[in-house]
């Protein structure tokens, strides 16, 4: 199902920058019993995004609403919410925009979420590496391929999901999650102030560990740093967390970092 600036349809005009630049931004939340899980997080990441990008966009409380009533009528589900400058004129210039388009859809649970969680998932090094950019680290922007390319060469290996460098060598993210792996009870996961995407999972996991006995230091780190883990766990806001069980040729059996984080990610809010 999809709702467009409030309406039941599918069509979107081809002149809607989303279309032509993918200029917007999206966020995918998980639906628990009728509930968006993390849903403040989910609209302050719209609200944070918009106005990094220059995108004017007002409407919050209608967006909320949309976004409450799509989700309650599912047991389970994801709900992606997108927001896009909107349509006007041609070329790069915004400046005849003058109301920004909202996209809401629902979509069932993926399935294997469940396996993953109960037997760990592979990791295989992915060839394509993402460009550095601080304007737009860490935001969930509508420009995607990077991640449609690591998509691609993924699928051509037997891995579950990709370990991501930066084009400088350091340790990024994985295709569709945030990394963290633990050294003994010191918990790593990789800077994004250059590039990445600063998951609302990944921020939640930080601040949990935050309190805990663990130490949690965000680094930029090279491929052999994190080879040298006890253990790795892979999380976003519809997993929300999984084990690592290998990662290349190296096997990691330890699940005390996911223990951990496991119980405290499931709440919905």
Not at 120 to 144: C, D, E, F, Q, Y
Not at 145 to 161: G, W
Not at 189 to 218: H, K, W, Y
Request: aromatic content about 8%; proline content about 4%.
């Amino acid at each position: 199902m999809f709702l467009i600036n409030g309406r039941e349809q599918t069509m979107l005009p081809a002149s809607d920058r989303a279309t032509q630049f993918g200029d917007g931004c999206f966020t995918t939340a998980r639906i628990i019993d009728g509930q968006v899980c993390f849903l403040a997080a989910h609209l302050q990441r719209l609200q944070d995004t918009c106005q990094k990008l220059l995108i004017a966009f007002d409407k919050w409380a209608e967006l909320q609403r949309e976004m409450e009533t799509l989700a309650a009528g599912h047991v389970h589900g994801v709900l992606k919410v997108m927001i896009s400058r909107g349509s006007g004129g041609r070329g790069y210039s915004g400046a005849n925009c003058h109301a920004a388009t909202r996209i809401l859809s629902v979509s069932a649970y993926p399935a294997h979420y469940k396996g993953w969680r109960e037997h760990g998932i592979t990791l295989a090094l992915s060839p394509v590496r993402l460009g550095r950019n601080p304007l737009l680290a860490g935001l969930k922007h509508l420009n995607r391929l990077e991640q449609v390319l690591i998509r691609s060469h993924l699928e051509q290996t037997d891995a579950d999901e990709a370990l991501v460098l930066d084009s400088e060598g350091w340790v990024t993210e994985c295709c569709a999650a945030n990394l963290f792996w633990r050294k003994d009870d010191v918990v790593y996961t990789p800077r994004l102030d250059q590039a990445g995407v600063n998951g609302i999972m990944r921020q939640f996991c930080i601040r949990m560990l935050a309190q805990s006995p663990f130490r949690v230091v965000e680094v930029y780190a090279g491929i052999e740093d994190v080879m040298q883990a006890d253990e790795m766990v892979i999380c976003n806001a519809l997993m929300p967390v999984i084990p690592v069980r290998a990662c290349g040729d190296m096997l990691l059996s330890s699940r005390l970092l996911f223990d951990f984080l496991a119980p405290l990610c499931e709440h919905p809010n």
